[in-house]
């Protein structure tokens, strides 16, 4: 059985915000709400190399992480992680996921997938 790295460091406490969309004046826009069932979630966080890029005239740092948990079938594409503070309610930086979350070998165990900083 395939074990991914990081497993037995899920040490980083982390909310989740489930995305749905508001249509406003013809526009849809996200609102990001916590989730229901269980919003905190401990996973391991991972960084990898960022850079920086202008985006419409502005200059911005771009980021990612890769993160492994535990499978939650709530957890999906578009949505939003808050990590968290040691005290546990305290919000350290806000990232969207931007990979569908990939349920290892279809066993409905470990989970992982990649989410970029919000700037």
Known sequence: MFRPYGRNEMTTAARLLKRSLVTELGINKPVYTAAEKEPILMC????????????????AESGGAKITC???PDIAHG?????L????????SS??????????????????FNVRLVT
């Open 44 to 59: 391991n966080f991972k960084t990898f190399v960022g850079g920086e890029e202008v985006s419409k005239g502005l200059f």
């Open 70 to 72: 535990f499978y939650r």
């Open 79 to 83: 949505d939003r992680l808050e990590l």
């Open 85 to 92: 503070s040691k005290d546990g309610e305290t919000v350290i």
């Open 95 to 112: 990232w969207d996921i931007v990979t569908p979350p990939d349920n290892i070998e279809q066993r409905d165990f470990w989970l992982q």
